[in-house]
């Protein structure tokens, strides 16, 4: 979407598939995401103001926001110096809006009470009508834009029509956010802490044979600790989280790579030594040998040109 820096990480195995739609006008946006599989989201939302999703399940079980479960009834919010930190589960339908800090009333007090929060912030409310009401004005702006997709300037209007209850929403939001100053718990904000520093651990160090011991050490924590921290913030266990983000980093690798891509190097740079493993793990994940993924790509490529 427009300005994210977001990455995501494929825990579930089996062919992913996913769409978005993106509507923007007026400085606001609204968008509305469909995920097959369950990903690890990471990174920044829109910059300049406050982002809110609500996130919907469809087999019910919880994702997870900084660690704590969220249902379809907690909206969300992501700022310009918050880090969003998601676990989703299969079949996820996320929604979207965005509206400038300039637009609403009590940007000051709501940035002085994040600050305030530090890592401690919940970024998130419970509020069965205000999700609704995000869920409702999301879907509106998006069938209305898609149905005059082919104008620019009336899919453009189409979201200027709306601007108003988005603008509400958020407003309603900032004010029950500051009413409740709603905080993670002490096990939540530690465990966020712990997966920081691994995750720092295991980019410093891409092509290296990485143990649970390091990831540890890196943590400056005991294995039990660091293996209840990632599964609170990722639902994943340190090795299967690791495994997953390097497998990930080698598809973006291959997909990105001209005719010239060699699966070992590849492999090899992000971590792995041994090739037949790591085709049985790539295959597991993504339900086709790297191989495979590299033969789709020139395929897909030759058709394009």
């Known amino acids: 979407m427009s300005g994210w820096r977001r990455e995501v990480v494929q825990l579930s195995p089996g062919e992913f598939s996913g769409c978005v739609t993106e509507v923007g006008g007026c400085g606001l946006y609204a968008a509305d995401e469909h995920i097959s599989h369950s990903l690890f989201h990471v990174g920044s939302a829109y910059a300049g103001g406050l982002t809110l999703g609500v996130v919907r399940q469809h087999h019910g079980q919880p994702a997870l926001w900084n660690g704590q479960p969220v249902d379809a009834d907690t909206v969300l919010c992501v700022t310009d110096d918050a880090e969003m930190v998601l676990r989703s589960y299969e079949h996820c339908r996320i929604r979207w809006l965005f509206v400038p800090w300039k ?20 970024l998130g409310i419970r509020d069965e009508s205000l999700a609704a009401r995000l869920r409702s004005c999301v879907a509106g702006v998006c069938r209305w834009s898609e149905s005059v997709a082919n104008s620019p300037e009336l899919a453009h209007d189409a979201f200027s029509a709306g601007h108003e209850e988005v603008v509400r929403i958020a407003r309603e939001f900032v004010s029950g956010y500051l009413a409740s100053v709603p905080s993670l718990g002490v096990k939540e904000t530690h465990a966020m802490r712990i997966l920081r520093a691994t995750r720092a651990y295991i980019r410093k160090n891409v092509g290296e044979a990485v143990c649970i011991a390091d990831l540890c050490d890196a943590a400056a924590t005991s294995e039990r600790t660091l293996r209840n921290a990632c599964e609170i913030i990722t639902g994943e266990s340190p090795m299967a989280f690791l495994r997953a983000m390097r ?29 037949p493993q790591f085709s049985k793990d790539y295959r597991a994940l993504f339900g086709e040998l790297p191989s495979e993924t590299v033969r789709r790509q020139l395929a897909d490529t030759a058709a394009e040109n």
């Not at 790579?257 to 070992?264: C, F, G, L, R």
């Open 103 to 122: 637009m609403l009333d009590e940007h000051v007090p709501m940035k002085a009470c994040l600050a305030s929060q530090e890592e401690g912030a919940a």
């Open 247 to 275: 497998l990930n980093q080698v598809r973006r690798s291959i997909l990105n790579a001209d005719d010239s891509v060699s699966i070992t190097q590849i492999g090899t740079r992000w971590g792995f030594l041994h090739m």
